[in-house]
């Protein structure tokens, strides 16, 4: 099952606007435009073709930049309007050759991605005063339904042909793998029993039908579509809290330095031991004094120490999960002035209404939750030259493990800032202290009244770290820590990180990536999607699945 | 990998405590105590032996029945102590060989049963006044453990061998599938990475670092230990609500008559199309009048009709999941007098706080809730001679769909009730009103204040059916419904229901059948734990796993 006829070469995830090829942004004062004009020919892989706007991961990474780019550079853009520039069709969904290809692995990582870009766009709503309006001109189905139903508002065109639709599981045997299902029945709030027809017919529903069942927001006629679109972005532009006018910041090429056992960046880099199936992770404080001002920082732009190690740490995530999927346990490092991290902190938390200073704490905050939901082991290792304090602080409180030196000798500290009592939530809605003392609430505000340095034994005492080995057992500790982790099965510590990461409440967010991930990914697996004569397989093909009809 | 060596014959549910194998119960005054004594060779199939206290589903059907039995039959016990009848083990947990024999759909239906179970165990604790305690006198590993999880209090022997542990993902490369990973961080509220560590050794924590890391309450040295737990238990039942003495009711046998396409029962049956893939599931209401005062429902006892029939509804979905894989899609039917089902409703409610009324209605959730969890298509029809009113239109809002009729001549309504706006709520915390209208909260409300008969169109305008075709169109509509059903994948149709099911709210009890589950049902497919080299498949024998490292 996991012969991936797909090649898969080293991804980049990386672009910018004049590089797209599938995506057009158009920026006209308080609204953009992003249309979808998938190129046929550009998708990662010749082996299949981007017909009808469906996408592959190459379309999802334009996309992702976009909306990134759209919250640091164009400040002035209150209003997202996503549309196809294709006659007739909005988006067919995720390209099902390109999925049929795939190994398990890859389908994997691709849902997990396409989701967090869909998250983001959410992200951008609720945080940024950024609103989304999917302006459906044509056939919507699947994957391109799942991105309307990330967006604010969902207006459908009134032809007689357009419809929406999730025809994933009559016609291909699997789930809508973008949060789909959750949305309908959670964001949106369309009633299980409509959306459980509505799930199971590939034509759809158009008209005013969707609009009753609440699967979309309005439909106009064609003739006055584009009309009540600009319209509506117009009526939620007035809305925002966003500046008036730019200018916004220039996020540059990261230039990573990608080696055969590692990827180096200004403040971050990616250590590959193949043979131990270990990576070091080290994220390099700042360096310099860093600016304190909002001012100044606009001036840094991508300078700025924050927004660069983290954009970064984003891409070395990234690169990690799709391109060394041997690596299964990631040792977590920082080096520096633990006093330069908390300035910054400082600053971040006094500047906190200010748009860039937000943006970059959301896209902080982005970064750490990509973190949490990459399928690795990360130990992170306080040492001495470390300098885990605030913001950086949440790295180690995001690993599974932290093991903090205890050498009366060499001082070596852990620190906490407002960074780690609110501004960076989980997934679940929490922050990471709250989640970790779950069983404890009052600890977390103790804590941070204390708010001095913690040596390693009080770390320990303080249950902020989750092992202190003196300088003589430091090296067998770790050491004999990672060898064992290496041994085990990788699914079942991927399961098991799964369970143990997000205690605590539930949220539409962790619900897409727990329940509906964990159900899509059993489904990537079974022979009646992808065995000789699954759905996913027959796809396209002349034979009809044949499936094993016992239900589990 | 579905390779199933373990002979599946008709399983059946019922036991009583005469029958039993593996457990023993002894009440003492308000004490009950639930002893563990695994027969060897007491297994459901002779190609495994039940060693150290570990279970199959046989095992797993007698605790369910104890634990029923207590809270019907002896309302004088307030606290149950579970512990073991054998020498310094407690359980093993789940037979490991019996796992390894199992296809994936026995291990997934295996898994199903033993969570609800423990969720029955915390159910009897939150809302029927009977405390259990976990007294772990020797080694307690996996769903040992995990049994303890679900107690109120664990408490272990201090005697230099006995611990807890969680070795699957070290030993079995699979997680530990009845809640554990759940119960360790979101009810016993375990540091995530002191989890992470004990979820990793297979020799488990004991003594005073247990009682830290808040995996058990308390250690007693060995000359304590059976003192210190009589004492904690006196304590605990001096705390409970329940009658200070019996008699309870007796639960008698059900008496189901199984033939090759039909399981019935006195007002349930279950009627097997097996070319079609279709059972039809009816439930008839009351025949004659019922009673109503808590003395006559006390006389009338198990037959009682609200506790005969759904006690038969119970058995007949436990019989469906794992005695009728190929059962697909569940026609969902009454018939009867929906007054005679509203006059039970009313007695039910005005004697809620009634300890034997309070068990019926915590047993009437409970199957209903089992039903929310099958894992089939269920379809209620509402025609003629139905009744569909009150707790009977509970089947009509857990399943996926309703169909009513639309017949001016033939008139047929539905009817509300209290039972559906508190009493049997979803694992979600919320009524099945409330799930089907997350959209438009204020909606429940002004229905049960209606509290009028609704028929068909009615009933359609307030949201509370699907489909509501008239007499030309219901035989084709429904067929159809029906036949388009059984066409579909039934992994992808479990993984669509699983997801739309659950809308709103997450609980731990979603969380353990929703992402716990659902990451172990794909582990459960994976060839790293069932391959030919996979851990379960290894474990036991002379070979090692070998795994394929690619994390996912």
Redesign the interface.
């Known amino acids: 099952m996991?012969t991936a006829t797909t090649p898969q070469p080293q991804i980049s995830f990386e672009t910018s606007p004049d590089r797209y090829r599938h995506w057009k942004l158009a920026v006209d004062g308080p609204v953009a435009t992003l249309g979808m004009d998938v190129r046929e020919d550009g998708g990662l892989s010749p082996e299949y073709r981007l017909k009808l706007n469906s996408y592959d991961l190459g379309v999802d990474i334009e996309l992702a930049d976009a909306i990134q780019r759209i919250r640091f550079e164009h400040p002035e853009v209150h209003v997202v309007v996503i549309t196809s520039l294709k006659e007739r069709i909005f988006c067919a969904g995720a390209n099902i050759f390109m999925l049929r290809g795939s190994s398990?692995?890859w389908k994997?990582?691709f849902c997990k991605y396409t989701n967090e870009t869909r998250l983001a766009i959410e992200d951008a709503s609720e945080h940024s005063g950024i609103k989304f309006i999917a302006a459906i001109n044509g056939i919507c189905a699947g994957g391109g339904y799942e991105l309307a139903l990330a967006c604010d508002e969902i207006l459908l065109v009134d032809d007689g042909n357009s419809a929406v639709s999730l025809p994933?599981?009559?016609l291909?045997?699997?789930?809508p793998g973008t949060g789909g299902?959750?949305r309908?029945?959670?964001k949106?709030?369309?009633?299980?029993?409509?959306?459980?027809?509505f799930?199971?017919i590939a034509e759809g529903i158009k008209g005013k039908r969707a609009v009753e069942w609440?699967l979309v927001d309005a439909v106009y006629p064609t003739s006055q579509f584009k009309e009540r679109v600009q319209k509506r972005a117009n009526e939620l532009a007035a809305l925002s809290d966003r500046p008036a006018t730019g200018p916004g910041i220039s996020l540059g090429a990261l230039g990573a330095r990608v080696s055969a056992d590692a990827v180096r960046y200004s403040a971050v880099s990616l250590d590959i031991d193949r043979d131990k199936?270990v990576a070091t992770l080290t994220v390099r404080g700042p360096d310099e004094d860093t600016p304190s001002t909002p001012d100044a920082i606009v001036v840094a732009g991508d300078r700025f120490w924050p927004l660069r190690a983290f954009r970064e740490l984003d891409d070395a995530l990234l690169r990690l999960r799709v391109n060394e999927?041997?690596?299964?346990t990631v040792v977590v490092k920082t080096e520096g002035d633990p006093a330069r991290v908390l300035a910054v902190d400082e600053t971040v938390a006094a500047h906190a209404s200010h748009w860039l200073v937000r943006e970059i704490t959301h896209f902080i905050k982005r970064t750490l939750k990509r973190m949490d939901l990459t399928?690795?082991s990360f130990f992170a290792l306080i040492e001495p030259g470390s300098c885990f304090a605030g913001t950086l602080f949440e790295l180690a409180l995001a690993?599974?493990?932290?093991y903090m030196l205890d050498d009366p000798d060499r001082p070596n500290t852990i620190r906490l800032s407002p960074m780690n009592t609110g501004p960076l939530r989980m997934s679940n809605g929490l922050t990471r202290l709250e989640?970790?003392?779950?069983?404890?609430p009052g600890r977390v505000e103790e804590l941070v009244e204390e708010r001095e340095a913690f040596d390693a034994q009080a770390a320990l005492d303080a249950?902020l770290v989750?092992f202190a080995p003196d300088e003589l057992d430091w090296d067998d500790e770790v050491r004999l820590a990672i060898e064992?982790?290496?041994a085990?099965?990788?699914?079942?510590?991927?399961?098991?990180?799964?369970?143990?990461?997000?205690?605590?409440?539930?949220t539409m967010e962790?619900?897409i990536f727990?329940?509906?991930t964990?159900?899509?990914?059993?489904?990537f697996?079974?022979p009646?999607?992808v065995g000789e004569k699954g759905?996913l397989t027959s796809y396209g093909s002349q034979s009809r699945?044949e499936?094993?009809?016992?239900?589990?």
């Open positions: 996991d398990h692995a994997v990582n994933e599981t009559p291909l045997g699997v789930l299902l959750t309908v029945v959670d949106r709030k369309v009633r299980r029993d409509l959306a459980d027809f799930g199971t609440r199936r999927p041997l690596i299964g399928s690795r690993a599974d493990r932290s989640t970790r003392f779950l069983g404890d249950g989750s064992g982790r290496a085990f099965s990788p699914d079942a510590l991927t399961g098991m990180e799964a369970n143990l990461r997000f205690a605590g409440p539930e962790t619900k727990g329940r509906l964990a159900w899509q990914n059993w489904i697996q079974r009646n999607a759905a699945p499936f094993d009809y016992r239900r589990t």
